[in-house]
């Protein structure tokens, strides 16, 4: 289910015209799965793959599946979360 919520990001994101084909290829950053959250990260800071592993990872969290996760830092930055 994680993964599911993770694929769902990007239909999310082609959906609402915030991602393109295009754009994904064009842009490397869209490209880098490796996130690294803080108090002042912004949604608008990560590609593509960081943003839907902060959706993937935010799932995991919430059923108890990643312990360490913090779901407060997750929600802070996911918008819809």
């Known amino acids: 289910m994680a993964v599911l919520q993770h694929e769902l990001q990007h239909v999310l994101e082609y959906a609402t015209g915030e991602l393109t084909a295009v754009g994904y290829l064009?842009?490397?950053?869209?490209?880098?799965?490796?996130?690294?959250l803080s108090t002042a990260s912004r949604?608008?800071?990560?590609g593509a793959e960081?943003?839907?592993?902060?959706?993937?990872?935010?799932?995991?969290?919430?059923?108890?599946?990643?312990?360490?996760?913090?779901?407060s830092a997750l929600r802070a930055v996911i918008p819809w979360a």
Do not use: C, I, K, M
Request: proline share 5%.
């Open 50 to 71: 960081q943003r839907a592993t902060l959706v993937e990872r935010l799932w995991l969290a919430e059923n108890g599946l990643a312990p360490d996760q913090d779901v």
């Open 43 to 46: 949604w608008s800071d990560f």
């Open 26 to 36: 064009t842009d490397p950053r869209h490209w880098s799965y490796a996130v690294r």
